[in-house]
């Protein structure tokens, strides 16, 4: 398996632009989570789903973030307008729930917003 | 809530040492915990967890975990060091069932010397 997917690996944008960051499960797995880490407030969960659908999105910083999932193999983190402080490394994780409980992060995606 | 915490922000221990990174767990009911390890520029790696059962539990490179009831700890091990461990490991804290959120520690970088 190739595990999870993210693209792009590197995202520099400027202020107030959009920007769409993509991830791709574990085949199979039906739970999906955002995360967003930096150096000041280091790993903190943003939204996840669970069979395509939102649970949970209370870490979800303002309405200028927004997830969604389709379909079981793909999801969307958009920021819009981005900020400055939104740059940090974004990453997606997916888990196969019932008793696999252990979360298969993706590489990353580094957002630099100038 | 289910928290987590590790107590040292740095480890330094020199290679072919034993290597300890300590996490305390603060959890209503049975917790389910788990150990990741993030490599520069890299997603966090799943290392091992703790569900039920024995409580020293055995992971990927030669780490294991003893789970402490009594002082509610969960503490990383490893019996000899690899420079190659150096890294940034976390403790986290599954939400009980039927959640599926992880709450990370705040991490601790492990140096490991020649």
């Known amino acids: 398996d190739a595990g999870v997917i993210q693209s792009p690996r590197h995202e520099v944008t400027e202020m107030g632009q959009e920007v769409t960051l993509r991830c791709k499960p574990i085949?199979?797995?039906?739970?999906l989570f955002w995360y967003r880490q930096t150096m000041m407030r280091g790993l903190e969960l943003l939204i996840y789903?669970?069979?395509?659908?939102?649970?949970?999105d209370s870490g979800m910083p303002e309405d200028r973030f927004s997830a969604k999932m389709p379909n079981a193999s793909f999801s969307t983190l958009k920021i819009q307008p981005s900020e400055p402080r939104d740059s940090a490394v974004y990453f997606c994780?997916?888990?196969?729930?019932?008793?696999?409980?252990?979360?298969?992060f993706g590489p990353g995606t580094r957002l630099t917003v100038t | 809530a289910q928290s987590v915490a590790q107590p040292e922000d740095q480890v330094n221990v020199a290679e072919g040492n034993p290597l300890t990174v300590k996490c305390t767990y603060s959890?209503?009911?049975?917790?389910?915990l788990f150990w990741y390890v993030q490599y520069p520029n890299r997603g966090l790696q799943f290392l091992l967890k703790?569900?039920?059962?024995?409580?020293l539990v055995k992971g990927s490179y030669g780490f294991e975990a003893e789970f402490n009831k009594s002082q509610t700890s969960f503490h990383l091990k490893k019996p000899s060091a690899l420079v190659s461990d150096s890294a940034l490991y976390f403790c986290?804290?599954?939400?009980?069932?039927?959640?599926?959120?992880?709450?990370f520690g705040a991490g601790t970088t492990v140096t490991v010397r020649a």
């Open positions: 994780a997916s888990s196969s729930g019932g008793r696999v409980y252990e979360q298969y």
């Open positions: 085949s199979g797995h039906n739970s």
């Open positions: 789903f669970n069979n395509n659908v939102p649970i949970d």
């Open positions: 959890v209503s009911g049975n917790p389910y």
């Open positions: 703790y569900i039920t059962g024995d409580n």
């Open positions: 986290a804290v599954r939400e009980l069932p039927p959640g599926y959120k992880l709450s």
